[in-house]
């Protein structure tokens, strides 16, 4: 818990977003926008099939 902590905080004093804002921006939206087509959706869908 301490080196994410320090982790989180060291990306707050760079770039003055927390490290969920950081997460959210660059893995959640995306993904949130490529899910909401239906060729997206199917494209999610055979990745996770996959794997």
Do not use: E, R
Not at 7 to 34: A, E, F, H, R, V
């Amino acid at each position: 818990m301490i080196i994410t902590a320090c982790i989180g905080s060291s990306y707050y004093n760079i770039t003055g977003l927390y490290l969920n804002d950081i997460i959210k921006n660059s893995i959640q939206d995306p993904l949130g926008s490529l899910g909401a087509t239906v060729p997206g959706f199917i494209i999610l869908y055979l990745v996770i099939m996959l794997f």
